[in-house]
């Protein structure tokens, strides 16, 4: 059992309840850094431990908690994320999410590892973090402001032109329930509606800023992994070149690219809207976060026909697909605009592209009329109606109001079999990559507690061979036993092997590390130990994973999210309408089965309920206890 704080962590947590206006700092229980790491680990056990069953995502009862690793702000690449959690308001789950830039870092440096907020301000207010120390501001003046603007007025109230933000714009504030908080201008903690949680208690923002950082137990050993990292700066070229995205004519091609809602395949237009003709015409710069070599993130500038602010940054592939392609969009320039638009107005680019894509079905279907929409068009490849949907959405107008709501609810809503086309797990929309191509990414779809997510799925196509028998294999997992397996399988070796890889993400999002960065699962591992003293290992990080998927699991079985809803939509168990997934498909029985063996290979039920020996080996009780 630990009983000192380790290398990497201050042994502090910063606790605020906004009802009282009572600011508290506690110490950190130190043997809870190695058996949860630390951000997605630490949320995982606060929220299980401290919120109550049936707890109203928008009541003040609900905690919203930034967690940073040990990892958090060292001077490597792909250190500068930390992770932010709540029950979410879209899935009525537990919902976390990383972000990048600064903050994370700065509150490393400020003193804490961790911030948990509880309550409801009685007016709007912003939190200022500062070399160990806290206050509450007033934000009055600051609602209903964009995020530029808020950035701008609290960092020249606070006078620290430096100071990071954790904030949220219009859409947060009316409780878009896929509302996200914004990290600077355009690095989000985008998924699962934290920012209708952060809207809900009258927090406006978050701004720190701090100066010391906890001692590492082996510096050298961290500057030799960032030599590495600069020798090896080839593995990461295209992230440097163009950002996410590169491989967007190819996804076209193979049937990765979601095109109108995932209805249909084929989007030969694809090569107006990719990271290479952004580049070639709108982009003026890039941009990274604290620390990391590798400059990933596009800013555009343009006047006409739209202006769009470069402080915004610029849409990424998750965006690109989600407001193009998946709208049937081909416009590069209205594109960036509603990319710019949602991180003014903090909402999700997923979830609100996914929204109106959804919308724009039912409408050519007769489900929705001119007079549901308002007048609007709302027909796929409508550039200015999606534009005008986002507007609506994010100050909950019209159709926006109902499109605020998550698909599931808007089809509820409506009615008349348009649940057919809503495309979520769990509530929340799935994510711009195509599980009839890759099985394995459709089983991380159904089972991720925090609902449709690629981020801690394995995408099979990435770790494919296309050959005449196509594999796919991840090198750094085969010494621990996780051989190749065929790209059109999902039976247990294919399960395996994506259970194998959601370990080292889940342990990538606790410690906090980029998922970028060409780290194997040994270097990550031999990080740790230079940060924290530990000698630690993969089988030992793995078995973290599993603690922290099954204190998820508890949260979601808890508020009644059972097996159930570890389901993909029907629409993926038939072909595309063209393109080349017209004659591919998933089969429900084998999808059903690769779930049933994830379950067990976690030490679950055939109904995904964690085991009582389960419990015990883990140590999950002396958690709780």
Known sequence: MEREIPGGYNGRILRVDLSRERIDQVDLDASLCRRLLGGAGFIAYFLLKELPQGTDPFGPENKL????????????????????????????????????ESWGPQLKR???DALIVEGRAHRPVYLWIHDGDAEIRDASSLWGKETRETQEKIREEVGE??????????????????????????????????????????????????????????????????AWLKDHMDL?????????????PRFEQVGNLPVRNFRDGGFPQVERITPQTIKGTIRVGMKGCFACPVQCKKEVEFREPYHVDRIYGGPEYETLAALGSACGIDDLKAISKGSERCNAYSIDTISTGMSIAFAMECFENGLLTL????????????????LEMIERIARREGLGALLAEGTVRAAQRIGKGTEAYAMHVKGQELPMHEPRLSKALGLGYMVNPHGADHMDSMIDLFFSAFTAQPTVAVPDLIPLGMEPAPLDDIGPRKVALFKAF?????????????????????????????????????????????????????????????????RLPERFF??????????RSLSPDEMERAKRYYYRLLGWDDRGVPTPERLEELGISELEG
């Not at 029950?87 to 537990?94: D, F, Q």
């Not at 878009?176 to 355009?186: D, K, N, Q, S, T």
């Open 65 to 100: 908690v930034f967690a940073s690793g040990p990892l958090t702000g060292i001077p490597l690449g792909g250190c500068a994320r930390h992770t932010v959690g709540a029950k979410s308001p879209l899935t009525g789950g537990i919902a976390k999410s990383e972000a990048g």
């Open 110 to 112: 400020a003193g804490f």
């Open 161 to 226: 032109a430096r100071a990071s933000l954790a904030m949220i714009g219009p859409g947060g504030e009316n409780l878009v329930r896929y509302a996200c908080i914004m990290h600077g201008c355009f690095d989000a903690a985008g998924r699962g509606g934290l920012g209708a949680v952060m809207g809900s208690k009258n927090l406006k923002a978050v701004a720190v800023r701090g100066d010391r950082m906890p001692p590492l137990k082996d510096p050298q050993a961290v500057k030799r992994m960032a």
């Open 236 to 248: 990461v070229k295209a992230f440097s070149d163009y950002g996410t995205g590169s491989p967007m």
């Open 371 to 386: 007079e549901d929409t308002g007048g609007l068009e709302l027909r796929f490849g409508n550039a200015e109606a999606m």
């Open 502 to 566: 959601q370990a080292k993400r889940i342990v990538a999002d606790s410690l906090v590390l980029c998922h970028f960065l060409p780290y194997s699962f040994s270097q990550v591992a031999e990080i740790t130990s230079a940060v924290t003293g530990w000698e630690t290992t993969p089988m030992e990080q793995i078995r973290v994973s599993e603690r922290i998927l099954t204190l998820c699991r508890l949260f979601n079985l808890r508020e009644g999210i059972t097996d159930e809803a570890d």
């Open 574 to 583: 038939y072909p595309t309408q063209d393109g080349p997934l017209a004659h």
